[in-house]
């Protein structure tokens, strides 16, 4: 699904620059203090999770004895997200973050190509963006968190 000046729908309406103005800025706001994988988790499953379709972030979580013992979920390592027709993944490995795209169609992984973070922040803006052109409450949400960060 596109976004254009055609679509009927205008995407987010805070930055005023458009359906791809619109991605730069929900892009520049999810880059802004967060460096690791758990920070994208907090704010892709808590902030922005009211705005997106259920199912669409999942979280993987490492626990150790102590966490499992103390009843804590564990410190998030992978975040996925599903797109239309892609698969978005930030993995944890050690200290480095490692992002990957996957062309998805039928439900089954047809490409992989591994990408900087800033390309996967880039898609996740585009496919958010496309999000809140189709849903109302979806682009109240992003518009929340764009003004407050939250």
């Known amino acids: 699904m596109t976004t254009g000046p055609d679509s009927g729908a205008g995407g987010l309406e805070p930055s005023g ?3 791809m103005g619109d ?3 929900l892009a520049a706001a999810l880059r802004t203090d967060r460096s690791d994988v758990a920070s994208y988790a907090r704010v892709l499953s ?3 999770g009211d705005a997106l379709p259920p199912g669409t972030v999942e979280v993987g979580y ?4 102590a966490d499992r013992l103390a009843g804590r979920e564990g410190r998030a390592e992978s975040v996925l997200v ?3 027709g892609r698969d978005l993944e930030l993995r944890a490995e050690g200290e480095r973050v490692h992002a990957e795209m996957r062309r998805v169609s039928g ?3 047809i490409s992989r190509r591994q990408v900087d973070v800033e390309a996967w922040l880039q898609a996740l803006a585009e496919d958010m963006s496309r999000i ?3 849903d109302a409450s979806a682009r109240a949400a992003f ?3 764009l003004t407050t960060g939250y």
């Open 143 to 145: 518009e929340r968190f």
């Open 107 to 109: 439900g089954v992984v």
């Open 17 to 19: 620059l458009g359906p």
């Open 82 to 84: 599903h797109g239309e």
């Open 23 to 25: 991605v730069a800025v």
């Open 46 to 48: 808590g902030a922005l």
């Open 62 to 65: 490492r626990r150790s004895m």
């Open 132 to 134: 809140a052109a189709r």
